[in-house]
């Protein structure tokens, strides 16, 4: 049905005077309700659900996220939050001699939820539960003591249990920027790469190991994110028959998502925030891990291209009950991933000139 009336639409706006009549009606509405905010609101209450599904998923996040402030969970968002806070915290210059009065206490509760939540089974982040643990002790040794609100949180972390042991690749707390481990790669092998990445569609008939996506994974989680909360998840689907379930969902992968060996969703939560101020950092922060992560796969010799997710409701409904998705789990994409076909061809698509997308200074008068 659904494709029935995409034919149709598609075939219709093909004639130059249906489409050019479609272009003045749009043109039309949108010149009454895109021009003052009170026109969009009530466009958005008129509009049919254009902006429901999003503002449903950003309450219920918000609703989620006051629920499980008294949860154990694999992550703790609102930990994750304030130990960050607490690092910027300890590396301002200069550093206040007692700061964070309005969050440690909370703070130590988040953490003490978060650590006697832990044990054999629990999948609680046990780099996370360091962190928590490195940062807080950091803090209680710079902070000076006589503070009421400072020295009950301190009483309180030192009766609570040490996380267990795990390696990391760097101090769990602020550390000197001239210890930052540097990389020898130059602008020119980057940019190399950059150029080397390109969508590609088309893919070998070969399995992508599991392992070289967590590599890339590897890589791309370590975009920047908003308050360090890394709000995204990819969903990896390897499977022949779960690949088409999904990869058949958007329309962008229409002609070549049959021969898509590994299909990605990437997934933003809501239930990261507890304000709607918040609503694009799950956008933002899944795709700049994104970004991470398809460079990598060219180092791997894998190739990916990002499928499009509009908010299309059927689409929605469909990926929702495909996926089990919870009303405050948004697809931000999907990204194809496998080896490229070496005699297929791939879009040239240059890009703008940096005269037309860069500007030095450009105040409004
Ligand atoms: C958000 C986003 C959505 C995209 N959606 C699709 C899609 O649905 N189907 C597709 O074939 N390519 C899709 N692409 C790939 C773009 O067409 C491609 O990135 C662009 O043309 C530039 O080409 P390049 O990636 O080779 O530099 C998408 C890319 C992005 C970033």
């Not at 958005?44 to 254009?50: D, H, K, Y």
């Not at 206490?105 to 054999?120: H, I, M, N, Q, S």
């Not at 996506?213 to 308050?227: M, Y």
């Amino acid at each position: 049905m659904l494709k029935k009336l995409k034919k149709f639409a598609k075939d219709a706006l093909a004639v130059p005077q249906v489409r050019r009549a479609y272009e003045r009606t749009t043109l039309g509405v949108l010149e009454v309700f895109g021009s003052n905010r009170p026109a969009a609101t009530a466009y958005s209450v008129l509009g049919l659900g254009t902006f429901n599904r999003e503002q449903y998923g950003i309450l219920a996040g918000r609703r989620a996220y006051y629920r499980n402030l008294s949860r154990a969970r694999h992550s703790h968002v609102e930990l994750r939050r304030n130990v960050h806070r607490l690092e910027k915290g300890i590396l301002m210059e200069p550093r206040r001699e007692v700061f964070a009065r309005d969050y440690i206490e909370e703070t130590v509760d988040f953490y003490g939820l978060a650590v006697r939540g832990r044990g054999p089974g629990t999948g609680i982040d046990d780099v996370e539960l360091r962190w928590a643990d490195a940062v807080l002790a950091e803090y209680f040794s710079v902070v000076a003591p006589g503070e009421p609100v400072v020295d009950r949180a301190r009483a309180a972390y030192e009766a609570l249990p040490k996380p267990d042991g795990v390696v990391v690749d760097r101090p769990l707390f602020p550390y000197a920027q001239s210890d930052i481990k540097r990389s020898d790669v130059s602008y020119d092998d980057l940019l190399a790469l950059a150029h080397q990445r390109r969508s590609v569609r088309w893919f070998e008939d070969r399995p992508v190991p599991r392992e070289l996506i967590d590599k890339a994974l590897v890589v791309g989680r370590e975009a920047p994110t908003a308050c360090n909360r890394l709000p995204y998840e990819f969903l990896v689907f390897d499977d022949a028959d779960a690949v088409q379930k999904v990869a058949s969902i958007p329309f962008g992968a229409g002609g070549y998502g049959h021969q898509i060996p590994t299909v990605i969703v990437v997934k933003g939560r809501f239930d990261s925030y507890f304000s709607p101020r918040d609503r694009h950092v799950p956008y933002v922060d899944a795709s700049l891990a994104a970004m991470g992560f398809m460079l990598a796969l060219e180092t791997l010799g894998l190739s990916s291209s990002v499928i499009n997710w509009p908010d299309f409701e059927p689409l929605e409904m469909k990926m929702q009950k495909t996926l089990g998705l919870a009303p405050y789990e948004r697809v931000v994409f999907l990204i194809a991933v496998g080896y490229p076909r070496p005699d297929a061809l791939v879009a040239s698509s240059p890009k703008k000139s940096l005269d037309v997308m860069r500007s030095f200074n450009a105040l409004a008068e």
